[in-house]
Each structure stands twice: as structure tokens, then as C-alpha cells.
């Protein structure tokens, strides 16, 4: 057997099949074409496996080359027989989506522990967009502009502020107080954020605690796409799972502090919930990563929809000439 095809997991004798637009070729590749599926919902190992259906039809076929256009049909056909008509779709709209004149601006909120790092990183990484944004690291430059003395809010996590306030005005709560606070704080430094990822084109997905309905000035619909949602943990025990399991983590801040602040995490996350639902944002109870996920890409794609074009020129988009080839992406 050919070393190459071997390592390609490919039989003796089965040639590449390659994806073209005019001239220019690459071979199909399941991995980028698995990455290009993903976009649909679908976990890994689910899109790799349509992935390989793909590649088995193109040799069954006994094409020697397809275009683009037609590999994408071809997959789409295939996400619907095999895991059924709503990924198909999805496809369809992230593929049309890739065809459009402005940016996506995915904006992931939550309170702390509820995993949307992990969320945040693993759509990045199926839609393609390479910018992340966490609040954190805004809330952190603006700390080393601001003393502790001139803004104290931003030198303690959201659910510590209340320590740092005298008695709120009225019957206020001390800790949504002192969370309203922080979060009009680092509001200004991510909307200007935003406001550079509109101006520039760029993909932006932003995600925090401070991610909150009402309090970002957003871009409007013909300036940007903006995919706002929530992330919860509905179940307190499970909540506390998460804190607990980052002991075991030694690059981990102290879990202890979160544990002891626990009933505070919650309320905000009760406050935060109440605010998206006044606001239509969409609420993603999170039980399991990849189910989440899933989730969140069905809101994020469906948000393309009806997207103005035509496509971007500053854009590099997983279906360009390149990616596209191999449909890769």
C-alpha cells in the first residue's frame, strides 16, 4: 500500500477527488469538510462521520473532481438523510451567511461558572472566527487605568462589590447594586470594542459576566449581525460542580471564594435571566457541553438569516477560494 494513502486512511487505488472553482483545485479533505459541518449543531464525531458518507459518495459517484457549489449540495443532501432536514438547514443558512456585507457579533453572557469560555472557544472554532473577547480582559486593562481609589468596582469580582458600597440608594439589593455598578463600567470599554470589530468588518464573539441585556450600545441591523444569549446553570447543585472541580485545577483561582459566594452568583444570574427575557434574548440552559453548544450555534447561524451581501472583501470566510475548494470548509 502507498505510505500516503495509508496515513490518509484512504485504500490502494483510490484516488483524490478534487474540489475546484475555475481553475484552482484541492483535494477533498474530511477534516475540513467535518469543521465545515460543524457549523450545523453537530458534535465532532457526528460531523466526521458525514464527512466520510461525503467522500464515500464521491468515489461511488467516480468523480474525479466537483465545484464547490456542488460539494455543498452534496453535503447538505447528505447532513438530511443522515442526521435529518434542521442541520441541513443550518448548513444551508451558515453557507449563505458566509455571502454577507457585514459582521457577525456573537455575545455570550452568563454568571460566573456556567462554562461560557468553554462555549465561547468551541464556536469559535466551528463558525471559523478567530477574534474572542472576554470581559474579564477588558474589566483587567481598565483596572490599570483606573485606580482602585478612582472606580473600586473594578477591583473586585461582580459578586464581591457589596463590601466595597455604603448602604444602596432606596431598598436596592447591595449585591445587584454593586453588579449594575461593574457592569456599566465595562460596558463602555466593550461597546467601543464592538464598535471596532463594525468598522474594521471583523467576526466578534464576546463573552463575560458582564455581558449583560440592556447595558451594551450595540450596532444596528445594517450595520451587524449580533447573536446575543444567555448561558445558565438552572440547577444550584450542579452549579456548585463546576466551582468544585476547578480545585483540581492548579492554575485555578480559589475555588473556596466562589462556593462561599455562591448564593450571590445565583441571584445575579436571576437578575441577568429577568433582564434577557425583557429584552428577547434567547436563555441556554447549559446540563452538557456538547448539547450547549449545539444549542447556541442553531441561535447564532439562525441570526444569518436574511443577511445582506454581497460578500466582504476583507473577509476570509471558511468557504473561500482556498477552504472552499475542499468544502472544506
Known sequence: MDPALESEGRPAGRRHVTVRDGKAGLPYSKGLMATSVMAAGLPPYRAFHVAEVIEARLHADGQSAISSSDLRELAASVLEEEVGCRYAEHYRQ???????????????????????????????????????????????????????????????????????????????????????????????????????????GTDLIVEGAHVVPGFLKLPTREEAIVAPLLITVEDQHIHQSHFEARSSDARSRGHHRYLEHLPDIRKIQNYVRTLALEHGVAVVPSYSLDATVSRVMELVVSSTTDAPGPVRPTAAPITDTASDAALSG
Not at 452568563?110 to 478567530?130: E, F, H
Open 94 to 200: 451558515w453557507q449563505r451567511a458566509q455571502a454577507r456585507s457585514i459582521p457577525l457579533i456573537v455575545l455570550i453572557g452568563g454568571t460566573t461558572g456556567v462554562g461560557k469560555s468553554t462555549v465561547a472557544t468551541t464556536v469559535a472554532n466551528r463558525l471559523g472566527i478567530v477574534r474572542i473577547v472576554s470581559t474579564d480582559a477588558v474589566r483587567e486593562v481598565m483596572r490599570g487605568i483606573f485606580t482602585r481609589e478612582m472606580m473600586p468596582t473594578l477591583h473586585s469580582s461582580t459578586f464581591e462589590i457589596p463590601a466595597l458600597l455604603g448602604e444602596p440608594a432606596g431598598d436596592a439589593d447591595p449585591v445587584i447594586a454593586g453588579f449594575r455598578q461593574q457592569v456599566h463600567a465595562v460596558s463602555v470599554g466593550v461597546s467601543q470594542l464592538i464598535r471596532r470589530a463594525v468598522v474594521e
